[in-house]
């Protein structure tokens, strides 16, 4: 499990006392506690993730809509804080992204 102090920037660079944000938007988040091999990466690219996977733990979809939080669809309650301003767009279409994302493996 991940301890409860501990931080994770997603769309910044940390380096020292400063940074960059990403310029893009971010559809989800998942973190494990095991290596997740290419293949493995490609089939969640394409499809949901089992919020009860085992050794998942956190799991943001970014689903809120709006406001400064984020839940975590996984069993862990590790819901997270965004700053920065986060601009709420609408979510990514698996079904309809097949095609495109099959070109690339």
Do not use: C
Not at 6 to 13: D, E, F, P
Not at 91 to 100: I, R, V
């Amino acid at each position: 499990s991940m301890p409860s102090t501990s931080r994770i920037l997603v769309g910044k660079r940390h380096t020292g006392g400063g940074g960059a944000y990403l310029n893009a938007s971010i559809d989800e988040v998942s973190v494990w506690n095991v290596v997740k091999t290419q293949a493995e990466i490609q089939a969640m690219l394409t499809t949901a993730i089992d919020p009860s996977a085992s050794n998942l733990i956190a799991y943001y979809k970014f689903n809120n809509g709006s406001g400064t939080a984020t839940a975590d669809a996984g069993t862990n309650g590790l819901n997270g804080t965004l700053t920065n301003g986060p601009t709420w767009v609408a979510g990514f279409d698996y079904s309809a992204s097949n095609a495109n994302l099959n070109a690339l493996t």
